[in-house]
């Protein structure tokens, strides 16, 4: 036990134990006067279970949790699967199981298992170039999994991977004409998607984001909403639970995807900044890990690590401020849900072993 904690990287858990804080706070005033007035609770009971996770895995060797990385891939890609199969159905997606009466996002951890594997992959080769095979294959085993997400149909979370997708292959030293082929091939998969893919609901998020007044009582609502709750919020905020936008139930889906609208509207203008700040030092970290990583695989899955935390960072706040479509990406921390808390402190449990081992050895 003692390793365990002294495993634990002291500037990252701060900055962790800081957000979660914030958080849990922030879910307290959006449950307030809700049916969801114990949500921080349950998110509170989530987190300190991330937190154990985090603990078991900063003191395992990076190496030994990377040699299971390809049956996790296998073990991944059945679950995405199955859930469309025997998955419960919300909200006309199908995304969760049951267990024990919780519900349970298994493409939550398989962004994670992606990446770890991907990095596994392409780190058994030296680092300087990437052969055609490599990058071919690692356009496989992301597209796998997307396509069955994309099933489910959960598009936010499909769009997740592809930070495994660029970061990975350009560390490897891609070329330039072939990242010009894969802006083209995801061009091309765009229209592909548009036309094919895409629900009629999707489509229609694009449009009112394009349009954000064209409905401003039906699909704008939410975004509409949280721009005034922000605007609202001017230099230093309306304080805490006092948030007209919150505490009178303009502010939709608050305990989840516009969790980020409540801590603006109560925090203000300097509240954002402070939270931006933290996220900030939280990449720098995971950055920092990359670059002290003892081998190829390891730094590629801190990169591909701080990728997807910095993409749901943008699109999310993004989201919330009407600058981006509203995608359904959850932002870490903040959002309530036990998938995406678990799989976070998964993948920091990680990072903070890759730390750790830098140090020791």
């Known amino acids: 036990m003692k390793d365990r904690v002294r495993a634990l990287d002291s500037r990252l858990l701060w900055v962790i134990l800081a957000l979660m804080l914030l958080g849990t706070l922030t879910l307290y005033s959006a449950g307030r006067n809700t049916p969801q007035a114990a949500i921080w609770i349950k998110q509170s009971v989530w987190n300190l279970m991330g937190l154990a996770l985090m603990l078991l895995l900063a003191a395992t060797d990076p190496r030994r949790i990377l040699r299971y990385s390809f049956p996790a891939y296998l073990l991944g890609l059945v679950a995405l699967a199955a859930v469309l199969v025997v998955g419960k159905k919300i909200g006309g997606a199908t995304r969760w199981f049951v267990v ?70 350009l560390m490897k030293g891609l070329r330039a004409r072939w990242v010009v082929a894969l802006l083209l091939l995801v061009t091309v998969g765009g229209f592909g998607a548009w036309k094919f893919a895409l629900k009629p609901y999707q489509k229609q998020r694009v449009m009112i984001f394009l349009d954000p007044s064209a409905d401003l009582q039906g699909k704008g609502y939410q975004v509409n909403q949280s721009r005034i709750a922000i605007g609202a919020g001017g ?85 919330v401020a009407g600058a981006l479509p509203n995608k359904g990406m959850v932002l870490p921390f903040f959002s309530a849900g036990g998938s995406s808390t678990l799989s976070f402190f998964l993948a920091l449990g990680l990072i903070m072993g890759i730390l750790y081992r830098s140090r020791v050895k």
């Open 100 to 169: 024990a009466g919780q519900t349970f996002q298994p493409s939550e951890l398989m962004k994670w298992v992606t990446l770890l594997y991907v990095s596994h992959r392409l780190g058994l080769r030296p680092a300087d170039s990437i052969r055609r095979f490599e990058l071919l294959g690692a356009v496989g085993l992301v597209a796998f999994p997307m396509l069955l997400i994309q099933r489910q149909p959960d598009l936010g979370m499909a769009l997740s991977f592809l930070p495994i997708l660029l970061i990975i292959p």
């Open 235 to 319: 230099l230093i905020g309306r304080g805490f639970t006092s948030g007209s936008q919150t505490q009178l139930n303009f502010l939709p889906v608050k305990t989840t995807d516009f969790a980020f609208s409540v801590w603006a509207e109560e925090r203000g203008f300097l509240g954002v900044l402070l939270v931006l700040g933290l996220f900030g030092l939280l990449l720098s970290r995971i950055l920092d890990a990359a670059k002290a990583a003892h081998t190829n695989a390891e730094a590629y899955f801190c990169a591909g690590a701080a990728g997807i935390f910095a993409l749901h960072l943008m699109v999310n706040v993004g989201m």
